[in-house]
């Protein structure tokens, strides 16, 4: 069984901490967001992919926007680092079938990304 650094949900993003995507991947019903990012010497960071409750259903397949989110306590040590996290993504399809098909937008990354649901 595959180990998440979270699990996505629907609902209204916090404010992030600095980073930057460099790539992302899916496989199955699991979502790879490579970053260079800016934590604290203490590493407390905690990661989140928030969807969009607003569904586009004028295009095929519907497409939901969401925001990746790195939160943490305020530090005046602060390293850079490259990471790999992942999130299991089954509350971002646009229907819970089988082979559903969702186009899921991460603000910050330059395309969208094909999600076919894995029951």
């Keep these: 069984m ?5 699990e996505a949900y ?14 992302v991947n899916i496989d199955g019903n699991s979502m790879y967001i490579s970053i260079n990012y ?4 203490e590493a407390d960071e905690k990661f989140e ?3 969009s409750e ?5 295009v095929y397949p519907p497409a939901r926007k969401a925001t990746f ?3 943490g306590k305020p530090d005046t ?16 399809t646009s229907d ?10 991460i603000a910050g990354w330059r395309k969208p990304i094909r999600y076919v649901y894995v029951p």
């Design 10 to 23: 629907i609902g209204t993003p916090s404010s992030s901490k600095w980073f930057e995507i460099k790539d």
């Design 77 to 92: 040590c602060k390293i850079l680092r490259s990471r790999t996290v992942n999130f299991s993504i089954r509350e971002l």
């Design 2 to 6: 595959e180990r998440y650094d979270g």
């Design 38 to 41: 800016e934590c604290s010497c």
């Design 69 to 71: 989110v790195i939160l």
């Design 54 to 58: 607003n569904l586009n259903l004028e």
């Design 96 to 105: 819970k079938i089988r082979d559903v098909e969702t186009d899921i937008i």
């Design 49 to 51: 992919l928030v969807g």
